[in-house]
């Protein structure tokens, strides 16, 4: 484990505060245009940062996961994620993400979007609750 590995993950434990924060401000304006699009945004970068997390969290565990859905697998076989059917919605709606610019997915991400903030929420409580764990 290099030494700037203990900072980076507190870093990304960081940002994930950070970013679940901001989908909840987010999603209690999300009747708005710009809030809707911010909600969006920040359901991306809680995906990038929680996936990422779980990526380090498993190395240190020292089990490979270079993809956010064998990171997420990790995250479920060690309890950090407790709800397997609304993280597996995220990996589906994150990969059809890409697709945004279709109003119709747009808004049905959107409906999803209170489920997927507690899930990363919830993910942020385990990983800080945690902390003897991380490293």
Not at 15 to 28: K, M, T
Not at 50 to 65: D, E, I, Q, T, Y
Not at 69 to 75: E, N
Not at 130 to 135: D, K, L, S
């Amino acid at each position: 484990m290099s030494h700037a590995e203990p900072e980076r993950f507190e870093l990304l434990l960081a940002d994930l505060q950070r970013v679940v924060h901001r989908l909840e401000c987010a999603l209690q304006r999300a009747d708005q245009e710009f809030a809707a699009d911010s909600a969006l945004l920040h359901f991306n970068l809680a995906f990038e940062v929680s996936w990422k997390l779980l990526k380090l969290h498993a190395a240190r565990a020292g089990v490979p996961a270079p993809t956010p859905r064998a990171a997420f697998r990790h995250g479920l076989q060690v309890g950090l994620i407790t709800d397997e059917a609304t993280f597996e919605r995220i990996l589906r709606q994150r990969n059809d993400a890409v697709h945004l610019y279709r109003a119709s997915m747009a808004r049905a991400l959107l409906i999803e979007l209170p489920d997927f903030h507690a899930a990363f929420a919830a993910l942020h409580a385990a990983v800080s609750s945690r902390p003897n764990e991380a490293g």
